[in-house]
């Protein structure tokens, strides 16, 4: 049933709120694991739309698939089979695409879907398709399908013209069964890569330089099972942190890396937001001061996550005077900026830049999650608005924030959800 939240503004949040496991690392975590010949088992696991639709991708293929606990995956790919994966759950999300690196590695074919995601403006796989290429794969495209071939994969040193998180993932896995070494070049340094490469070596794989732009991987004959806990989500800790920075009384948000976070917590201090930052968490109490401008400008990892570019716009419609807004990574990302001025923002957009002129008062209305962060930019905007705010299209927020409304309502927030007339 189609839903909608509303969230009643303007009331001080109070308390401590945990973050859950890693979105980004969960969905590729989850194919990873089809991977070997034994059980592997994943603890943290959010309760996202993303994990449904990949559990009934995995069940599609035959794996067998089981919650253990609230937050654990046990996933089993013992019987599984490699069937055509063309099913309407491969579109729901973008990581669909990690089960052409998995099931090439794993079956030298594979069959998919393109898959869907967020629309954040073009966002092409040709750098994943010319890395499987580069190991030895012959790839055709039919009726909406890639089909992938390769009856054995050889190692080869691969050049990614742009650090794409999804293309190092992706050929990463579909190396670990390569014959000999792959180098990845210019590869991605996200947490959830070295997340990923670490379940891979825990596997048995032999990874080296997760975390830096020269990924190596020697191929082995085969994996075997074990157990895994996920990283926090960076971005849905960014995210609270940014609702305790709009309307907070006093907010701690648990469970985070720091080190994850440094270029969003450096923006906050650059702005006014004066915060405590321990091993594993941030605390912000209420400020009375004036904030003032920034420019941000999005970048791989370590820089500024394009990922909090649009919560974070919800916060600079609050500074004293005009902020910019940089996309270097999907330079259309700023759909939200029309829901953000229905509700009385100022957002001059030309693209790849908005214009933020503050402080202006936000008023409650009804406006549409465009995309995952759009909505989680409504979101902030939402508790810090004068009166009701509605939001449509919630299954993009449910796609990425595991239980919004109970995390929010435990500090105090008024946000609950409707069916739609
Ligand atoms: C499931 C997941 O982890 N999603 C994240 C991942 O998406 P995703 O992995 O799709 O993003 P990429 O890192 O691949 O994209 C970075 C840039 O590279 C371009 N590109 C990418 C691949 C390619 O083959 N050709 C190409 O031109 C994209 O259009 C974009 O401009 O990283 C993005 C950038 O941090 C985040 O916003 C997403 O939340
Ligand atoms: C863009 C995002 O996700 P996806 O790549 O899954 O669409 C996101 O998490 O902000």
């Known amino acids: 049933m189609e839903e909608v939240i509303k969230i009643e503004g303007g009331r001080k949040l109070r308390g401590s709120v945990r973050i859950s496991g890693s979105k980004n690392s969960t969905v590729a975590l989850i194919p990873a694991a089809i991977l070997g010949s034994e059980p592997v088992t994943i603890y943290g696991v959010p309760h996202i739309s993303d994990v449904n639709s990949l559990t009934q991708l995995l069940r599609e293929l035959g794996v067998y698939v089981e919650s253990r606990s609230d937050d654990t995956l046990y996933i089993d790919p013992r019987n599984m089979e490699n069937r055509p994966m063309v099913s309407h759950a491969v579109s729901k ?3 669909s695409y990690y089960f052409m690196g998995a099931l090439l590695g794993k079956f030298g074919h594979a069959e998919i879907q393109m898959p869907g995601g967020c629309y954040l403006g073009p966002r092409p796989i040709d750098l994943h398709l010319k890395g499987f290429e580069a190991l030895g794969a012959d790839i055709k495209y039919e009726h909406g399908c890639y089909i992938l071939d390769a ?27 390569a014959q000999g070494r792959t180098v990845i070049e210019n590869a991605a340094r996200e947490p959830e890569i070295i997340d990923i490469a670490t379940l891979l070596n825990k596997m048995g794989a032999k990874i080296h330089g997760m975390g830096t732009s020269s990924l190596v991987i020697d191929g082995v004959k085969d994996l075997h099972g074990c157990s895994h806990e996920i990283i926090p989500d960076r971005i849905e800790a960014a995210t609270y942190i940014l609702i305790a920075a709009a309307m907070a009384e006093e907010m701690t948000i648990e469970n985070i890396i720091p080190q994850h976070l440094e270029a969003i917590l450096m923006k906050l201090e650059e702005i006014g937001i004066d915060m405590k930052v321990g091993p594993d968490f941030v605390k912000i109490s209420h400020t009375d001061k004036p904030l003032r401008p920034t420019e941000i400008m999005t970048k791989p990892y370590p820089g500024f996550a394009t990922d909090v570019q649009q919560p974070f716009t919800a916060i600079l419609t609050q500074c004293q005077g005009q902020s910019v807004v940089t996309e270097t990574i999907y330079t259309e990302r700023f759909k939200h900026c029309g829901e953000l001025n229905k509700m009385g923002a100022d ?62 309502q435990s500090l105090g927030a008024k946000i609950w959800r409707e069916p739609v007339e």
């Open 151 to 177: 009856p054995r994969l050889k190692g080869n040193r691969i050049f990614l013209d742009i650090s794409s998180v999804g293309a190092t993932i992706n050929i990463m896995m579909a190396a670990v069964f």
């Open 347 to 408: 957002i001059d957009v030309r693209i790849p830049s908005g214009f933020v002129n503050g402080p202006t008062r936000l008023t409650g209305t009804s406006v549409v999650a465009t995309d995952l962060r759009c909505g989680a930019g409504l979101v902030v905007a939402g508790l810090m608005a004068d009166g009701v705010t509605e939001i449509h299209d919630v299954y993009h927020i449910d796609r990425g924030y595991d239980n919004l409304d109970g995390k929010l």
């Open 93 to 95: 999300l973008r990581a």
